[in-house]
C-alpha cells in the first residue's frame, strides 16, 4: 500500500491502482466504441480478462462516462490526489475471486482429483442457480464485512432488478 494515499477507513485499497485506473480507461475507450458501433477485437477482451478476470461484466453493465470516472478515481487515488474509494478495494477482490473461481474450474474441467481445496472453491464449483458471480459477492461481503448487495450495486450498479438472490 502507498503510504501517502488517503485510503478509507477499514479498506486497505489495493497496491496497483494505476493497473485498474489503466483497466478503466481501456474499457471506457471500448464502450466508448462499441456505443459508437465499433468495438475491441476478440483477441483484446480476451487478453484484459486474462489480466482482470470478470471485466468484460464490466463493460456489459457500465457506460462509457462511468467507466471513465472509475479510471480517473483509480488514477487519483494511485497519486494520492483524491481519496480512495471502497470499491476500488472490492473490485480488485472481485478480479483476485474470479481468478481463484476460474482456475477451480479448469481444473475441475482437466479432471484434477478433488472437489475443490476450500469452501470457496466447493462453492464455485456448485454455484448457487450456477451463477459463479454470486458466490463470489458472497466471499466479497465476507471479507469485508459489507453486505453482498451493497457491493454488487456499488460494482455492478443495477440496471434492473436482478434475477439472483445474494
Not at 456505443?35 to 478476470?53: I, K, N, V, W, Y
Not at 479510471?71 to 477482490?93: R, S, Y
Not at 466479497?140 to 459489507?146: E, I, K, M, W
Amino acid at each position: 500500500m502507498v503510504p501517502d494515499r488517503n485510503d478509507p477507513p477499514g479498506v486497505a485499497l489495493p497496491p496497483d491502482l494505476r493497473a485498474l485506473a489503466r483497466k478503466y480507461q481501456r474499457l471506457a475507450d471500448w464502450r466508448g466504441q462499441r456505443d459508437q458501433g465499433s468495438s475491441a477485437t476478440r483477441d483484446e477482451l480476451r487478453a484484459l480478462a486474462a489480466e482482470f478476470p470478470g471485466c468484460l461484466r464490466e463493460l456489459d453493465t457500465l457506460g462509457a462516462p462511468e467507466l471513465a470516472r472509475r479510471a480517473l478515481a483509480c488514477a487519483g487515488a494511485a497519486e494520492g490526489a483524491t481519496p480512495g474509494e471502497p470499491w476500488m478495494a472490492w473490485i480488485d477482490g472481485y478480479h483476485d475471486l474470479m481468478r481463484r473461481a476460474f482456475a477451480a474450474r479448469d481444473r475441475r474441467a482437466r479432471g484434477a482429483s478433488g472437489e475443490g481445496d476450500d469452501d470457496f472453491e466447493r462453492a464455485v464449483l456448485s454455484p448457487p442457480g450456477g451463477r459463479m458471480g454470486v458466490v463470489v459477492l458472497r466471499a466479497l461481503a465476507s471479507r469485508f464485512g459489507v453486505p453482498a448487495p451493497t457491493i454488487a450495486a456499488a460494482l455492478f450498479p443495477p440496471r434492473r432488478p436482478s434475477p439472483y438472490r445474494l
